[in-house]
Nanobody, 124 residues
Framework: QVQLVESGGGLVQAGDSLRLSCAAS????????VGWFRQAPGKEREFVAA????????YYADSAKGRVTISRDNAKNMAYLRMNNLKPEDTAVYYC?????????????????WGRGTQVTVSS
C-alpha cells in the first residue's frame, strides 16, 4: 500500500510559479515511479509528468515541457512538481500517483495509488 498526500496548491496569478509537493508513505519510496496528473472541471484527467525511481529520467506532457519540472527526494519520501509561468488553462486539481510495475507512465489507468489532489487556480 502507498499513501499519497499532495500540498502546495492555491490561487495565483498568471505568470506566477508554484511548487506542488507529494508526501508518500507505505512502501519504500525509492521502489516506485511517481506521476503527476491534473483534472480540470468537465475534462478528463490528463498526464502532466512522471519520474523514475532514481529520479534519473523524467517524462512530460507536451503542454508541460519547458514550464514544468518534476523531481523527487527519496530520502524525504517526497515528490515535487514545479510549475512556472502559470496560465489560466493550468487551473485544475493536481494529483500525484504511483503506477503499477511496468505500467505506461502517461496512462492514468496504469496507476494504482492516488492522492486526493490539490487545487491550483490561476487567475488572468
Amino acid at each position: 500500500q502507498v499513501q499519497l498526500v499532495e500540498s502546495g496548491g492555491g490561487l495565483v496569478q498568471a505568470g506566477d510559479s508554484l511548487r506542488l509537493s507529494c508526501a508518500a508513505s507505505g512502501r519504500t519510496f525509492s521502489g516506485y515511479r511517481v506521476g503527476w496528473f491534473r483534472q480540470a472541471p468537465g475534462k478528463e484527467r490528463e498526464f502532466v509528468a512522471a519520474i523514475t525511481r532514481s529520479g534519473g529520467t523524467t517524462y512530460y506532457a507536451d503542454s508541460a515541457k519547458g514550464r514544468v519540472t518534476i523531481s523527487r527526494d527519496n530520502a524525504k519520501n517526497m515528490a515535487y512538481l514545479r510549475m512556472n509561468n502559470l496560465k489560466p488553462e493550468d487551473t485544475a486539481v493536481y494529483y500525484c500517483a504511483v503506477p503499477r510495475p511496468g505500467g505506461i507512465y502517461y496512462l492514468s489507468a496504469e496507476y494504482d495509488y492516488w492522492g486526493r489532489g490539490t487545487q491550483v487556480t490561476v487567475s488572468s
